[in-house]
């Protein structure tokens, strides 16, 4: 049951929780160069976390997690709380909340180095046990917490129904057999390239080639929209034109979006189109004032 809402979750996140330092400078470092910055914030961040953020603003969410004692993961847990999301499923580690160091450039682009640590700690047989408890109509997982959490989560709603969304980043290791339960598959085209070992493609093209392996797949493609592929069919759902202020999490507000909008009966399209300006909102939207 949700904790904010003492109703059962329709959607459980599966997934990351950060605390998110973000140096605002005019260029990234290389190696070996010192670069000064001009701003430093902290907010909350992680896949897991923005995405089950972004889904709460949709329907009753649950956040299925690993977080640290420290003030990091009390902040998160606070700011979680605030928004609706369910933490009951969010597990205590004797590591420190997992933390994100993101370099953001005037463009708009960011450049992250994840450090784990807590979210390395969220296992598998807690995540099945967690989504027991929970019964969500729809499960969203990504890559920032163990493959086996994610593994898992896949074999719950295969074995009770459930309607699994994968959402690989940042990819890594994992087996690939859980693909081709995604319902869709989320992946930007850098993404898609790695899974297809297609180079230079077309977005449409490597969501046709993904949705041979998956149930459906949607292929975001930043400023142009995102591209839903069920079967043969590859479709594009335009994105409006903005200038992008910061794009971190933009893909997190499309995945937890998606999510929200399938458990509320939304077809895949419908449910695209909505996730597409959700990510569109989201760009133009400094951190502070997300
Ligand atoms: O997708 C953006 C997120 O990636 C950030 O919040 C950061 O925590 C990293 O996990």
């Known amino acids: 049951m949700s904790a904010a809402s003492g109703r059962a979750a ?13 140096v605002t400078a005019d260029r990234r470092a290389g190696a070996g160069e010192t670069v000064a910055g001009r701003d430093v914030v902290e907010a909350v961040g992680g896949k897991g976390a923005n995405q089950a953020l972004a889904a709460a603003r949709e329907v009753d969410t649950a956040l299925v997690a690993s977080v640290g004692t420290d003030a990091a993961g009390t902040a998160a847990r606070a700011t979680l709380t605030r928004a609706g999301v369910s933490l009951d499923a969010v597990s205590t580690s004797s590591h420190p909340t997992g933390h994100a160091f993101i370099t953001l450039t005037p463009d708009g ?13 969220l296992t598998g047989d807690h995540v099945f046990a967690a989504l027991d408890l929970l019964r969500p109509a729809v499960v969203l997982c990504q890559l920032e917490v163990p493959p086996e ?10 074995s009770r129904d459930a309607r699994f969304l994968l959402n690989p980043s940042p990819m890594g290791d994992f087996d690939r057999r859980v693909l081709a339960l995604a319902h869709p598959l989320i992946v930007n085209r850098h993404e898609a ?45 335009p994105a409006p034109a903005v200038t992008a202020v910061d794009t971190t999490g933009a893909g997190d507000a499309f995945a937890g979006v998606l999510a929200g909008r399938l458990a509320l009966g ?13 990510a569109s909102r989201t760009v133009q939207l400094a951190r502070s004032e997300r």
């Open 149 to 158: 959490a994610v593994h898992r989560a896949a074999e719950w709603c295969e």
């Open 193 to 237: 390239e790695l899974l297809t070992g297609l180079r230079e493609r077309s977005a449409p093209d490597l969501a046709r080639a993904l949705s041979v392996g998956s149930r459906s797949v949607v292929v975001t493609d930043g400023p142009r929209g995102a591209f839903v592929a069920i079967d043969d069919a590859v479709d594009l759902l």
């Open 266 to 278: 939304d077809s895949l399209h419908q449910a695209t189109a909505r996730a597409v300006d959700a």
């Open 109 to 121: 682009e960011n450049s992250i180095i994840v450090v784990p640590l807590a979210n390395a700690d």
């Open 10 to 22: 329709r959607v459980a996140v599966v997934g990351s929780v950060n605390l998110d330092v973000v």
